[in-house]
């Protein structure tokens, strides 16, 4: 036992842990970096996360770094800290609210499980990302993660309703919408909470035009901390959640949400797209945006061959009895590989609704507005299609995780995105760049309707050459998508593998505004140190895996 975890198992209730076993686990999430933590704590209750604040104010030099599921793809939730794991004992369902639509939530509970609870009621969070089976509701939370339905709900941030959180003096708080009267009353409490709000406050009133024209002009992004949306002035509205949503535990530690939820639609219809070039991309998605689908996704040839080559593992997915059901449903993409007839890229279009009728009418109104341009169509008309294209979709960049051995899924340019009317022009571009890298072969696959892309190259990650590539590409890129006014992630947050560029997305002044929030909610970093603010290209490149054994 270490000194360390010594003294913290007189501080907390719960598990302290540093064996070496616990330690390499928590040493990795779904990102190419790799940090030993120093210990890794299962915090009890809020009366543990409150100890160990009080804890590490008192001690120099530690920090906590929050963890509910470690499935974040930019290092986020790794670090030299005291890891915070909730997944253990912060993982219970408070209450679904059918009447009002909303659930209570821990930060550790599955989304899986979150899931099945709120459709018993008839209702859906739908922002959910396609991690859905592994990931957890603080990660969802602390990310503001997206995902297929974000195209017409929008993110997290929108459904984040209230937040329970420990901040750095030591103390748990609510956060919710406050008007001006109660905004008053909390400055005026004049400790720690009211200057919290009173700093606030000042900092973005002070800012407001700069931080209002600094929101990115895309209709996804997690890059940042999105003080544009803290204060409505018109309404008078005072809101921190929205800080607090999308900040990956660098503020504060959030112990409980109380998240939205809408109705689950009863019927849906979807038609998938098979494009041999993207030459008419750009007036497709003209057509299909404006008929409101639900989803409008999108992934390439090297996705689909994947899929092809681990359709058993499909069919597991799918719940087919045996496999002949499976491969029957795969039955045209196999003829197409035969034949070499394999399209560049599938899109697929989903709308929903209650009513038949409004769906059959959207389905033959796209079918007309594309005969011009004659794309190969399909409608999937029966649900082992419909799920198959959806599991295509979302499984991909996990089977390349877990089924690929002598290559690694190096996830650095994984998440950007670039408004839909630049994509004819931006993808060229984009591919070009990755063409001068033909010792890496990624797969695409991403929103297409909210123009927010995952390139996952597969990387020999042991080999330095091909690490070093990482830097250099990553900038290639993040300049591109920063040229046509993108943003470089949409829903996997910043982390170590991002942090770095958010000066050049946002600018000096705007990221010296980033610096001065995290001041003001921890003045001594304690709360994962070098994301948001204060990381360097350096410390990442330093931290990336050398193996995956
Ligand atoms: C196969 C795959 C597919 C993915 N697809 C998507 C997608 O479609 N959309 C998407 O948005 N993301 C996606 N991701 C990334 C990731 O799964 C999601 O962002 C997910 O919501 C993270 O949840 P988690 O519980 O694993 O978070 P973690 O990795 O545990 O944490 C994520 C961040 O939140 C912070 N955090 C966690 N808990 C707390 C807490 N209680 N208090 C304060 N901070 C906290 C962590 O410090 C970290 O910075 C994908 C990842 C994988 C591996």
Same mark, same amino acid.
């Given at each position: 036992?270490?000194?360390?975890?010594?003294?913290?198992?007189?501080?907390?209730?719960?598990?302290?842990?540093?064996?070496?076993?616990?330690?390499?686990?928590?040493?990795?999430?779904?990102?190419?970096?790799?940090?030993?933590?120093?210990?890794?704590?299962?915090?009890?209750?809020?009366?543990?996360?409150?100890?160990?604040?009080?804890?590490?104010?008192?001690?120099?030099?530690?920090?906590?770094?929050?963890?509910?599921?470690?499935?974040?793809?930019?290092?986020?939730?790794?670090?030299?800290?005291?890891?915070?794991?909730?997944?253990?004992?912060f993982n219970h369902i408070k209450s679904v609210d059918e009447k009002s639509k909303y659930a209570v939530a821990e930060p550790g509970v599955f989304y899986r499980d979150f899931e099945k609870e709120t459709l018993k009621k008839g209702l859906i969070f739908p922002s959910y990302p396609a991690s859905r089976e592994i990931c957890a509701i603080g990660g969802i939370v602390n990310n503001n993660s997206g995902g297929e339905k974000s195209l017409a709900y929008g993110k997290t941030e929108n459904y984040v309703e209230k937040l329970k959180v420990v901040l750095s003096d030591g103390n748990e708080y609510e956060l919710k919408k406050l008007n001006k009267n109660e905004l008053n009353k909390k400055i005026k409490q004049n400790d720690f909470e009211g200057n919290i709000y009173k700093k606030t406050f000042e900092l973005i009133e002070k800012n407001y035009d700069l931080l209002q024209e600094a929101k990115p002009k895309v209709s996804k992004n997690s890059a940042g901390y999105y003080l544009w949306n803290v204060y409505d002035k018109d309404k008078e509205i005072f809101d921190l959640t929205k800080l607090f949503v999308g900040a990956q535990g660098t503020l504060g530690l959030v112990t409980q949400a109380q998240i939205g939820l809408v109705p689950v639609k009863k019927h849906a219809e979807m038609m998938i797209l098979f494009l041999h070039d993207i030459t008419h991309l750009g007036e497709i998605i003209n057509?299909?945006?404006?008929?409101?689908? &639900?989803?409008? *996704?999108?992934?390439?040839?090297?996705?689909?061959? %994947?899929?092809?080559?681990?359709? #058993?593992?499909?069919? $597991?997915?799918?719940?087919?009895?045996?496999?002949?059901?499976?491969?029957?449903?795969?039955?045209?993409?196999?003829?197409?590989?035969?034949?070499?007839?394999?399209?560049?890229?599938?899109?697929?279009?989903?709308?929903?609704? &209650?009513?038949? *009728?409004?769906?059959?009418?959207?389905?033959?109104? %796209?079918?007309?507005?594309?005969? #011009?341009?004659?794309? $190969?169509?399909?409608?999937?008309?029966?649900?082992?299609?419909?799920?198959?294209?959806?599991?295509?979709?979302r499984e991909s960049f996990n089977l390349l995780r877990q089924k690929i051995h002598d290559k690694h899924t190096a996830p650095f340019i994984d998440d950007f995105v670039v408004s839909p009317e630049y994509l004819p022009e931006f993808l060229p571009k984009l591919n070009s760049i990755l063409k001068k890298y033909p010792s890496l072969i990624s797969t695409?696959?991403?929103?297409?309707?909210?123009?927010?892309?995952?390139?996952?190259?597969?990387?020999?990650?042991?080999?330095?050459?091909?690490?070093?590539?990482?830097?250099?590409?990553?900038?290639?890129?993040?300049?591109?998508?920063?040229?046509?006014?993108?943003?470089?992630?949409?829903?996997?947050?910043?982390?170590?593998i991002r942090t770095p560029f958010l000066k050049q997305m946002y600018g000096d002044k705007v990221y010296k505004l980033f610096e001065e929030v995290k001041k003001i909610f921890d003045p001594n970093d304690i709360f994962n140190p070098r994301k948001k603010v204060g990381a360097t290209v350096d410390f990442a490149m330093n931290h990336i895996r050398t193996s995956f054994t």
């Amino acid at each position: 036992m270490n000194g360390l975890q010594a003294k913290l198992k007189s501080v907390i209730k719960g598990d302290v842990l540093s064996d070496p076993q616990t330690i390499e686990q928590y040493s990795h999430d779904a990102s190419i970096f790799e940090i030993k933590p120093q210990v890794v704590v299962f915090p009890k209750d809020t009366e543990d996360l409150k100890n160990l604040v009080k804890f590490v104010n008192q001690e120099k030099g530690l920090s906590l770094t929050a963890r509910s599921a470690g499935t974040d793809m930019g290092g986020g939730s790794i670090n030299d800290s005291i890891i915070v794991a909730f997944g253990k004992y912060f993982n219970h369902i408070k209450s679904v609210d059918e009447k009002s639509k909303y659930a209570v939530a821990e930060p550790g509970v599955f989304y899986r499980d979150f899931e099945k609870e709120t459709l018993k009621k008839g209702l859906i969070f739908p922002s959910y990302p396609a991690s859905r089976e592994i990931c957890a509701i603080g990660g969802i939370v602390n990310n503001n993660s997206g995902g297929e339905k974000s195209l017409a709900y929008g993110k997290t941030e929108n459904y984040v309703e209230k937040l329970k959180v420990v901040l750095s003096d030591g103390n748990e708080y609510e956060l919710k919408k406050l008007n001006k009267n109660e905004l008053n009353k909390k400055i005026k409490q004049n400790d720690f909470e009211g200057n919290i709000y009173k700093k606030t406050f000042e900092l973005i009133e002070k800012n407001y035009d700069l931080l209002q024209e600094a929101k990115p002009k895309v209709s996804k992004n997690s890059a940042g901390y999105y003080l544009w949306n803290v204060y409505d002035k018109d309404k008078e509205i005072f809101d921190l959640t929205k800080l607090f949503v999308g900040a990956q535990g660098t503020l504060g530690l959030v112990t409980q949400a109380q998240i939205g939820l809408v109705p689950v639609k009863k019927h849906a219809e979807m038609m998938i797209l098979f494009l041999h070039d993207i030459t008419h991309l750009g007036e497709i998605i003209n057509i299909v945006l404006p008929l409101k689908p &639900d989803t409008f *996704e999108a992934y390439d040839d090297n996705t689909l061959k %994947l899929a092809l080559k681990y359709f #058993p593992e499909f069919a $597991k997915l799918l719940g087919t009895k045996g496999t002949i059901r499976t491969a029957l449903a795969f039955l045209p993409e196999f003829i197409m590989t035969i034949t070499g007839g394999l399209p560049k890229l599938i899109l697929q279009v989903d709308f929903q609704s &209650d009513d038949m *009728e409004e769906l059959n009418s959207k389905i033959k109104q %796209l079918k007309e507005a594309l005969k #011009p341009l004659h794309p $190969k169509t399909r409608v999937a008309d029966n649900e082992t299609k419909e799920l198959k294209y959806w599991l295509i979709r979302r499984e991909s960049f996990n089977l390349l995780r877990q089924k690929i051995h002598d290559k690694h899924t190096a996830p650095f340019i994984d998440d950007f995105v670039v408004s839909p009317e630049y994509l004819p022009e931006f993808l060229p571009k984009l591919n070009s760049i990755l063409k001068k890298y033909p010792s890496l072969i990624s797969t695409l696959a991403g929103h297409v309707g909210d123009g927010n892309f995952h390139i996952i190259p597969l990387m020999n990650i042991e080999d330095p050459k091909q690490r070093a590539i990482i830097p250099v590409l990553e900038k290639e890129v993040y300049d591109l998508v920063l040229s046509y006014h993108g943003s470089i992630t949409g829903e996997h947050n910043d982390g170590l593998i991002r942090t770095p560029f958010l000066k050049q997305m946002y600018g000096d002044k705007v990221y010296k505004l980033f610096e001065e929030v995290k001041k003001i909610f921890d003045p001594n970093d304690i709360f994962n140190p070098r994301k948001k603010v204060g990381a360097t290209v350096d410390f990442a490149m330093n931290h990336i895996r050398t193996s995956f054994t």
